[in-house]
């Protein structure tokens, strides 16, 4: 489900960026935050959901909402549809989005610039797009009201840290920053209003690589590598045919399986589970020439510092780093439905996965997981349930062909 979102979202931001610059809109203008003049710093508390970081924040003095923090996206996109009738936004314009919407091109709203309210920040002719379908169902992902997406704006004239174990980021201006004790300084680039970072990979078969690869903090899993399997093959043991996202022209296709080793700067980082896009899909043509991303399934065993102006990542190892990379077990994506988000609907089986092996199917509904209702569960826990122990069994209560059945699923490790 993570790699679902992330290639859903990844697809909209190529074909938003080159629609809204072949209408010259803002392509111009700087857009970006700065502190209150009277602040040297500023500390934000994030939600790490699902692993994805949601910060709060009020548009045109509407608000709060609940926006993802995103390195891969280049410019403000609410997707909530909603907020085009909450929000007082004058001037706004129709956008036609070819290849979203099902059989007919998808539409969004394009903004004049909006006060864009984050405590401690002032915004600075930040525009956005307004989806006119909510195409993308975050809320649904996340478990929890979700508005929208901002990356690059938020990054671009600051120096933030991001650290995961108190879940909080700070903000300096980058001639106030303050690096944190034994940080290591990577070098990045900016492109396309996006971070790069460049990496070693080591695959099982002992090939070393060179990788350019995007600091993507909207992408949950550790790293995708879109070029290896073209020119070196799959890993020796792989998820097969695993659903990997839907794009522009359908699903996205491919496996999963693990690397040797991930080396950024000094750190090396080993048995790191990758997605591995079938090179074969038709995917939007890439304006920079990449490898794949970096995600947070790897960020956040680490305290990181982002200096876009600088061209700098800080990194300093987490108390999680050496903890092992785990798949789920169960084969299963899920997400939250109804009015507070407390049910939980299968939407996919893996074929051959533990879960396919016992009947579970697509609107299946779990009910309860060894005897404990989903509706006293986060998201995050019943994520980390299914992927706990190689062999383990769990009692679930599924709502099955209009009847209540109960189910014991056993997990099994696939790489």
Not at 28 to 46: C, R, S
Not at 318 to 341: C, R, V, W
Request: hydrophobic fraction near 40%.
């Amino acid at each position: 489900m993570l790699l679902t979102l992330f290639h859903k979202i990844k697809q909209f931001r190529a074909v938003w960026l080159a629609c809204l610059f072949s209408v010259c809109f803002f392509a111009a203008q700087a857009q970006y935050f700065d502190l209150d003049y009277h602040k040297k710093k500023v500390t934000i508390p994030f939600r790490l959901v699902r692993s994805l970081m949601v910060i709060k924040l009020s548009i045109n003095h509407k608000g709060p909402y609940n926006f993802i923090l995103d390195t891969g996206v280049g410019l403000m996109i609410i997707t909530d549809p909603k907020l085009a009738d909450s929000i007082p936004i004058p001037n706004k314009r129709t956008l036609k989005i070819p290849g979203l919407g099902e059989g007919e091109d998808a539409e969004a709203y394009v903004t004049s610039p909006l006060d864009i309210e984050i405590p401690g920040l002032v915004s600075y002719d930040v525009a956005a797009a307004i989806l006119k379908k909510d195409l993308f169902s975050l809320s649904g992902y996340a478990g929890m009201p979700i508005h929208g997406l901002i990356g690059y704006e938020f990054f671009n004239n600051l120096a933030v840290r991001i650290n995961v174990p108190d879940s909080t980021l700070t903000v300096w201006r980058p001639k106030d920053l303050k690096v944190f004790r034994k940080g290591v300084p990577i070098p990045i680039t900016i492109e396309d209003r996006k971070p790069y970072v460049e990496t070693w990979v080591k695959l099982l078969s002992g090939e070393n690589i060179k990788t350019k690869l995007i600091i993507d903090l909207g992408a949950g899993h550790p790293i995708s590598l879109e070029t290896v399997v073209k020119r070196y093959g799959l890993p020796q043991k792989f998820i097969a045919s695993a659903n990997l996202g839907i794009g522009l022209n359908g699903p996205i296709n491919g496996y999963i399986g693990r690397l040797e080793s991930l080396e950024l700067g000094k750190f090396k980082i080993k048995q790191v589970i990758a997605s591995f896009p079938d090179v074969n899909n038709n995917q939007t043509a890439l304006s920079v020439p990449r490898d794949g991303n970096l995600g947070i399934g790897t960020l956040k065993r680490f305290s990181v510092i982002l200096d876009y102006t600088h061209n700098t990542m800080y990194l300093k190892a987490g108390p999680n780093f050496k903890d092992p990379f785990e798949h789920d077990m169960s084969g299963l994506e899920y997400y939250a439905a109804g009015d507070n988000f407390d049910r939980i609907i299968i939407n996919r089986v893996e074929p051959g996965s533990a879960a396919d092996e016992v009947g579970l199917e697509r609107d299946d509904e779990i009910v309860a997981i060894n005897f404990k209702p989903v509706s006293k569960m986060t998201l995050e826990e019943i994520d980390e349930i299914f992927k706990s122990r190689n062999d383990r069994s769990l009692l679930l209560d599924v709502y099955h062909d209009k009847k209540l059945d109960k189910v014991v699923l056993t997990l099994k490790r696939r790489i």
